[in-house]
């Protein structure tokens, strides 16, 4: 078999890795089932609201003082994350598998996997780190990290760890 | 929070699972693991097909890819009914994938919850598409209905 002269080198770029920040969140304890549920439907409702562009659902899904951190942008406030998305015309299809859930002392902590589905058919995957508060309003996202498995600086496991933030 | 009560929820998820392991596996007598024997299923706007001509519309020849479903957000109707929008991807023989949507309606029936109607969106997806473009028109307002 012979290789395209093309065929670009990022094919072989190997993954960014978590080790420690993974042993520090999965020390966390489960949580409760009827809490895992919840947040996987607002995890769920996050790609609708994101790829359907119903921005009044997005606002929803966050906390007034709710934090974005993608794209080594630092976004702050439900206004402005919601802003942030509005101006991504372009933006992929999201995807969220592989949601693990635990309880911290004050809330819930969500890891998953984020696939997106760019128009040309191309395939990326991060991780999406979440940390939920609950409200009257049920369990809302009070912190978003989503830091790509392929490319970029290896963000640290500080940046990583938003359950510490 | 509008989800269906726990104990359903898990059974509901596994139902809409099944939908793709019935096509991509051709195992259509397994069908009403997951419809209802009288589901309708269409697109994103107009009539619904019975669940019976899954299996002439998709032996036709032409090539189809495995489907992955994700993202499943579940709207409790009634004690008896649940509104389910999922995303799903298809992954080509050429290693691109593409995005699209499902919306459900699932009841529960004397076998278990299944899937009553299903309308399939391909989402947005631009001209360059291998099957042409699209534009997505499920929304909130049609999940809750």
Do not use: C
């Amino acid at each position: 078999m012979t290789s395209s002269p093309a065929a670009p080198s990022t094919l072989r770029t190997e993954q960014h890795r978590h080790p420690g920040a993974f042993s520090a969140f999965t020390a966390f304890p489960e949580a409760a089932t009827a809490d895992v549920l919840d947040v996987r439907q607002v995890l769920a409702l996050f790609g609708h609201a994101v790829d359907n562009g119903a921005w009044d659902e997005l606002r929803g899904l966050l906390a007034p003082d709710a934090e974005l951190h993608a794209d080594d942008d630092t976004v702050t406030g439900r206004e402005a994350i919601t802003e942030w998305f509005t101006v991504r015309s372009d933006a992929p299809s999201h995807h969220t598998v592989n949601t693990v859930v635990r309880a911290t002392d004050d809330g819930i902590v969500a890891w998953s996997r984020l696939v997106t589905i760019a128009g040309d058919g191309t395939v990326a995957s991060a991780d999406a780190i979440d940390r939920f508060v609950r409200t009257d309003d049920g369990w809302l996202i009070a912190h978003r990290g989503v830091h790509p498995r392929h490319g970029g600086e290896h963000p640290g496991d500080g940046v990583v760890r938003a359950w510490s933030a | 929070m509008t989800r269906p009560d726990t104990a359903d929820v898990e059974a509901i998820r596994d139902v809409v699972a099944r939908h793709a392991h019935v096509v991509d596996n051709r195992a259509w007598e397994e069908t009403g693991q997951a419809y209802t024997a009288d589901a309708g299923l269409g697109g994103e706007s107009g009539g619904l097909a019975p669940v019976a001509g899954l299996r002439p519309s998709m032996e036709t020849g032409r090539v189809f890819f495995p489907h992955h479903t994700t993202d499943t957000v579940l709207h409790r109707v009634d004690d008896d009914t649940v509104r389910a929008w999922s995303k799903y991807f298809v992954v080509r023989g050429d290693g691109t994938a593409g995005s699209g949507d499902y919306q459900d309606t699932v009841v529960r029936t004397p076998d278990g919850w299944r899937i009553a109607e299903r309308r399939v969106s391909r989402g947005s997806r631009p001209d360059t598409d291998p099957d042409g473009p699209s534009t997505r028109q499920l929304t909130f307002a049609s999940w809750r209905g």
